[in-house]
Nanobody, 125 residues
Framework: VQLQASGGGLVQAGGSLRLSCAASGLTASNYIMGWFRQAPGKEREFVAAIARRGGNSYYADSVKGRFTISKDNARNTVYLQMNSLKPEDTAVYYC???????????????????WGQGTEVTVSS
């Protein structure tokens, strides 16, 4: 299984970015897919997750209303649309996948079996 995250970059506060995570070696419709982030000196934190068939999505309070997670099962790809970015969103963003998570574990990083390599997002003020 491989998860390839892309789309990070440098953006001004208030701007937007769309991250992509292309999965291979798995069928995305059978997996919970999540995004996490880790800022320098901080622990990895949950950002968003989406259910297997893409019907339900879940967000950290800090990004609710600004970020949208979506999934294209035909392309085996999950996206994170990030709008109204703030300097505190600066971090390395990681995508993750797991087949057997229950909803109460979606926000728990060590519950996921598979991880991508991360893509860096920097938001300037």
């Amino acid at each position: 299984v491989q998860l390839q995250a892309s789309g990070g970059g440098l953006v001004q506060a208030g701007g937007s970015l769309r991250l992509s995570c292309a999965a291979s070696g798995l069928t995305a419709s059978n997996y919970i897919m999540g995004w996490f982030r880790q800022a320098p000196g901080k622990e990895r934190e949950f950002v968003a997750a989406i259910a297997r068939r893409g019907g339900n999505s879940y967000y950290a309070d800090s990004v609710k209303g600004r970020f949208t997670i979506s999934k294209d099962n035909a392309r085996n790809t999950v996206y994170l649309q990030m709008n109204s970015l703030k300097p505190e969103d600066t971090a390395v963003y990681y995508c993750a996948a797991d087949r057997f998570l229950i909803q109460s574990s979606y926000a728990t990083a060590n519950a996921y079996d598979y991880w991508g390599q991360g893509t860096e997002v920097t938001v300037s003020s």
